[in-house]
C-alpha cells in the first residue's frame, strides 16, 4: 500500500513539473482587464495595430526560435525579434531554471534551430508608438511587430492575439516581467486578457 501511495506521489511530481510553464500562464477576471490593459497603455497598442503600413522594404535576415524559458507563443514568434536589430535571441528573464538545466543533454541546434527569412520592415514609424513595426509571412501566418523608439518588442498581432511584452526599464540590460495574450475581436476590442510571468 505504501508502495502504490509513493507511485501516484511520484507520478503527480513528474505531471506537475510537465505542466510548471502552462501553471505561470492565468486568466486575468473580467474585472480586473480594464486596470491590466490601462497599465499596458492598450488604447495606443490598439492603435497601432489598426494602422496601414504600406510603404515596406524587404530584406532577408534569419529566423531564431524561442527557448524553453518562453511560454508557447502565437504563431512561432521568433525569439530573435525581441528587438528591432532581429539578432537578440537572449533576454534576461526571471526565471527559475537556470540554462545549464536547459542545455543538459541537448544537442546546441536543438536548442537554438534557424533558418532565413524574408521580412518586410516599414519605413513608416508606429501610430502614436513611434516605433518601428516589421511584419513577417503572409495571410493568415502572418506576424505584425511593433516597437519602442529604443528598439525593445512592445507587442505584436498574430490573428486575434495580440501579445504585449512587459520590459523592466535597465540602462544596460532591459529585462523581461511579464507577457499578456489578449484574445481580440474584429475591431481590436480585448475579449480575454492572459498573464505570464517570468
Known sequence: ????FLSFCS???FIGSLFASDSKLKLIPKQKTAKVLKSVAYATIRSTVMGNYSRIE???TTYQTCSDAFPS???DFPCNFLDFTGTTDQVNVQSEISDGEFAEGRDPEDMNPSGKIRIKVSKEKSRNLNGNVI???EGDSKLSLFYHPKGQISHYLYQNTI????WKPSLENPQLTHLYFVKVNADYFPEEVKEYTF
Request: charged fraction near 20%.
Open 163 to 166: 501579445v504585449i511584452f512587459v
Open 1 to 4: 500500500m505504501k508502495f502504490l
Open 73 to 75: 507563443m502565437p504563431g
Open 135 to 137: 511584419q513577417l509571412g
Open 58 to 60: 524587404e530584406k532577408e
Open 11 to 13: 507520478i503527480l511530481i
